[in-house]
């Protein structure tokens, strides 16, 4: 009986060392797949902030009947870098892509895309600043999760995912974000040629701080600047016309000012 049970042991840790193997196999050959070149869009779908709140918790604007006045910046990061974490006024890896003025619930509808040709996406990411004449306030900053591949459909049969919520570091639940995004498969010939008025990482250096607003730019101007982005505009419909617009102008008083 003793023997009986020692074998029935003795097979159990066998069988078990056999499928941990198996196992290491598979993440291995899964680790060595090659990264399959493709062109990743993800559209911004809706924000919603109940309670108009930064951050902290507190009210954007303590004036009766304000609401808050959101940039959105994204950035889709392949390099493994959380550029949340790395400064982004520092490292240029997000674009504004859209303004609202006085309004805590609206529509982004608005699509990033990013060519992956040598690095796999690291993750999507999303700051939002409360812009003020005075000065900025960090509102929310968000992650949002895209599925690992392993294969892509052809072309012709790329389709959006299902809307999902972004998600938020200070105030989940409180403060969201819904997204979709998809993948379309590329040769290797047709990766990066994204035009370069959109794909080019852009740094934006005045309004990713704190007390950044205002130290080169009057604040007019400024804001006539971020009118472009704002919700209602006529130029809404073409993202990527008004980008380059924004880079074009900004870059240019940037220059003069240096």
Known sequence: MADTTRSIIYLIVLLSGYTALVDLMEVDNNNSLPLIPHRLEVEFIRFEDFGGIKSDGRKCDTFFGSSCDPLLYASIEVEGVNPLIASPEKTGLFELIIYSHNRNFFDVNRIIRKDICKSAVSGVFVRVIDYDL?????????????????????????????????????????????????????????????????????????????????????????????????????????????????????????????
Request: charged fraction near 25%.
């Open 134 to 258: 005075l000065k900025t306030d960090l509102m929310e900053d968000f992650s949002c999760p895209i599925s690992e591949i392993n294969e892509l459909a052809a072309s012709e049969e790329v389709e959006w995912s299902e809307v999902d919520q972004c998600k938020a570091t200070y105030q989940p639940g409180k403060i969201k974000l819904s997204f979709r995004w998809r993948r379309t498969p590329l040769n290797a010939t047709e990766c990066n040629q994204l035009p370069s008025s959109f794909y080019r990482p852009y740094r934006q250096n005045l309004l990713l701080g704190t007390t950044r607003v205002s130290r080169s730019t009057p604040a007019n101007t400024m804001e006539r600047q971020l009118k472009s982005y704002s919700i209602g505009n006529s130029d809404h419909s073409d993202d990527y016309s008004v980008m380059s617009q924004w880079k074009t102008t900004t870059l240019k008083r940037n220059k003069r000012n240096e």
